[in-house]
């Protein structure tokens, strides 16, 4: 980790914990967080494209690091990463489908690594891309079917039990939403 992202990592970290101990909204500390770090982090930088990537892994780290810190449900850190992102991004349609993809996909990873709960953080990020979905321009669908579709692959990543962790997780209706994984979801033969 180079010392900017450290940095990032940190500042997540350490905002939500202050704001879980201030307000107890552990969603809402989460979204001003995230979002308010990415705002300053491409204002500063202009990042764009697999900066941009990394910024995004390194707010999911310092929430969940926040989050586990306080004994913060990670759920509810999942979902306010997912509208803290892409309020901070500023991405909306195809490019927004994306971004919630490669999020899920980080919070599955960082999440494992501190031993939390994939299922709740599953389910908190395809939440938080449901509620997000209107001002981005795409459908609640496609939405929560691009959050499952990036936790999934955070899962696999993992190994063969998160992958079914998750999974299962995406069987249920959430929001008002039933989650269609639009193709079979595999382990790559290269994993």
Not at 9 to 35: E, L, M, P, R, Y
């Amino acid at each position: 980790m180079n010392k900017q992202t450290s940095t990032q990592s940190d500042n997540v970290k350490n905002a939500i914990v202050k704001g879980i101990k201030t307000t107890g909204d552990i969603t809402q500390a989460t979204v001003d967080a995230v979002s308010g770090t990415l705002s300053t982090a491409f204002q500063d930088t202009g990042k764009v494209g697999k900066s941009a990537a990394g910024a995004i892994t390194d707010v999911a780290n310092g929430a969940v690091r926040g989050a586990t810190e306080v004994g913060g449900h990670l759920g509810h850190t999942a979902k306010g990463v997912v509208v803290g992102v892409l309020r901070g991004t500023k991405h909306v349609g195809a490019q927004a489908i994306d971004t919630i993809g490669h999020t899920a996909e980080s919070m599955i990873h960082h999440t494992s690594e501190a031993g939390g709960e994939l299922g709740h953080a599953a389910v908190g990020l395809v939440e938080g891309a449901i509620h997000s979905a209107k001002e981005l321009g795409v459908s609640a669908e496609d939405a929560a079917s691009a959050a499952a579709h990036g936790a999934l692959r955070g899962a696999d990543m993992v190994g063969t039990q998160a992958l079914e962790t998750v999974r299962h997780a995406m069987t249920q209706t959430i929001s008002g939403v039933k989650v269609v994984l639009k193709e079979p979801f595999k382990r790559s033969k290269s994993a």
